[in-house]
């Protein structure tokens, strides 16, 4: 989006439009003949509609918003539940600036660095119809920018960043060295004018990686929501002491671990997997991307059998608080033979259920195909293996 279309949407005729046909398919809106510029209209009609639920407070501003920088955004969800707080925090990668709006919050002045003049132009339109007044938006890079904080002999209490990790050509980047900004071969600058250093990775970015790319004294936290890894976050700097490691599932802060994690005892009592067992347990997203499972489980849930590899947990009796993830009935465990399963899904009309699977050397789609079914439904069956021993477990019902 240009900075020409972000000032005719900034407009009072297309705002007007825009609200008068918010609720509207944009498509239809795309077509109407009676909008100017109907496909602009149409496009933040589209992402306004979006917004809703992903940006709230942009939805509810009528925000600006450009499509490449609201697919790239935080979620409101994930941005407010930062803890970071103080007088001063710069945002490395503005964007959209979600994570910006929720610093400024809790820092009594933000600096919001974005390098593209249209987002920039975006971002402070945006920032103004939300009531933000305490954020500066600087259009640089963020290495210009910090040339010139340096030389100026700034400081911060909070240096954020969210790596872009697409390539000018659209391409997803996996090496943090070959994201913008390149975080690693600034971090000596980073450090010396901030105490705190937090940069938001990918939710696929391992966890190991994390300590060793920055050391081991991080502390790295892994968000979910509804289920899903949303995003992986290191903090270095000064004002961290010790490695750590977290796994925060939704609104919940689950307990910090110091890292290295040492080593568990394996509980007599849950030694070997001896079914029948009662409940299984599938762990939420952020406990397995986190490897703290087998942790949970160990102060948790101590008479449980903790499935190898952050895998499926098997008790009898449930623990008192909330756990972090989802609980079935087991129905009943057995080791997999494809051949009987197949027949008594037959015998029984099964011809479509959600399948499972942890470990397993069968993804579920080709799973289904060699059942003879269709993925989805209310039966449900749980697959996994332990050691060279494959097996399936039926499950009855969403109990938590």
């Not at 149409?42 to 450009?66: D, F, G, M």
């Not at 406990?287 to 949970?296: D, E, G, N």
């Not at 009309?349 to 959600?354: E, H, Q, S």
Request: with cysteine; hydrophobic share 40%; net charge neutral.
């Amino acid at each position: 989006m240009t900075t020409e279309e972000i000032l005719l949407l900034d407009g009072p005729e297309l705002r007007q439009f825009t609200e008068a046909n918010l609720t509207r398919d944009p498509h239809a809106v795309a077509l109407d003949k009676r909008i100017p510029h109907a496909a602009l209209v149409a496009t933040q009609v589209k992402y306004l509609q979006r917004a809703r639920r992903k940006l709230p407070s942009y939805y509810e501003a009528r925000a600006v918003i450009p499509p490449l920088a609201f697919e790239q955004a935080s979620s409101e969800a994930a941005a407010t539940r930062k803890e970071w707080q103080g007088e001063s925090c710069i945002d490395l990668t503005c964007g959209l600036g979600a994570d910006a709006l929720c610093l400024s919050r809790r820092f009594r002045r933000v600096v919001a660095v974005e390098r593209d003049e249209a987002l920039a132009l975006a971002a402070r339109i945006n920032f103004r119809r939300l009531g933000a007044d305490n954020i500066d938006v600087v259009c640089a890079t963020a290495e210009t920018f910090l040339r010139e904080f340096a030389a100026a002999g700034g400081r911060a209490d909070l240096i954020y960043a969210d790596p872009d990790r697409r390539s000018a050509a659209g391409r997803k980047l996996v090496r943090m060295e070959d994201c913008s900004p390149d975080i690693l071969s600034l971090l000596p600058l980073l450090e010396q004018h901030a105490d705190r250093i937090a940069v938001k990775l990918s939710p696929l970015f391992d966890v190991a990686e994390c300590f060793r790319l920055f050391g081991e004294r991080c502390a790295v936290e892994v968000f979910s929501l509804g289920g899903e890894c949303k995003e992986v976050t290191v903090e270095t700097g000064s004002a961290v002491t010790e490695g750590s490691i977290r796994a925060t599932v939704g609104d919940r802060n689950c307990r910090r671990y110091p890292y290295p994690l040492e080593e568990i005892l394996p509980n007599p009592a849950a030694a070997e997997f001896a079914p029948p067992y009662r409940y299984l347990i599938i762990p939420d997203a952020a406990l397995r991307k986190a490897r703290l499972t087998a942790r949970y489980a160990a102060e948790e849930v101590p008479q449980a059998f903790a499935v190898p590899g952050d895998g499926y947990l098997f008790t009898d009796t449930l623990p008192a608080g909330a756990i972090p993830g989802k609980v079935f009935e087991a129905v009943r465990t057995e080791r997999f033979a494809p051949p009987q399963l197949k027949r008594e899904l037959r015998r029984r009309n099964i011809r479509a259920a959600t399948l499972h699977t942890h470990g397993f050397p069968v993804p579920a789609p080709e799973l289904a195909r060699r059942l003879g079914i269709r993925e989805g439904g209310d039966i449900r069956f749980a697959f996994f293996s332990i050691g060279r021993t494959l097996w399936v477990v039926e499950l009855k019902d969403v109990l938590l």
